[in-house]
């Protein structure tokens, strides 16, 4: 699984990096084909004082792809509910294939 983390308007430290790619090793668990994983995570309203933190979470397995996005005042928070809708998808899609 290749794992690819990119940042928008920001220079991420370290410990977020580590976050995000401690918790996408357990996307492999719902699904044993997936080839790439590309994480964006992006500054909203870098103009205005209230900064919005979105997440963006794109899995690729064969003939599939599978995207979330999610908003919240921290990096952690939006990440972590993207990852829950990413693995609902891929649960869903995963029963629908089984039935």
Request: charged share 30%.
């Amino acid at each position: 699984m290749n794992v690819n983390i990119q940042t928008v308007h920001f220079d991420a430290d370290m410990k977020l990096i580590d976050y995000v790619s401690k918790k996408l090793q357990k996307i492999g668990t719902f699904h044993d084909k997936v080839i790439k994983v590309d994480v964006f995570l992006k500054l909203d309203n870098v103009v205005h004082t209230i900064k919005d933190k979105i997440a963006e979470i794109q899995v690729h397995v064969p003939k599939q792809k599978f995207f979330v996005k999610a908003s919240s005042k921290s990096f952690e928070e939006s990440f972590d509910s993207a990852l829950d809708s990413l693995v609902n998808q891929i649960k869903r899609k995963k029963d629908k294939q089984t039935v």
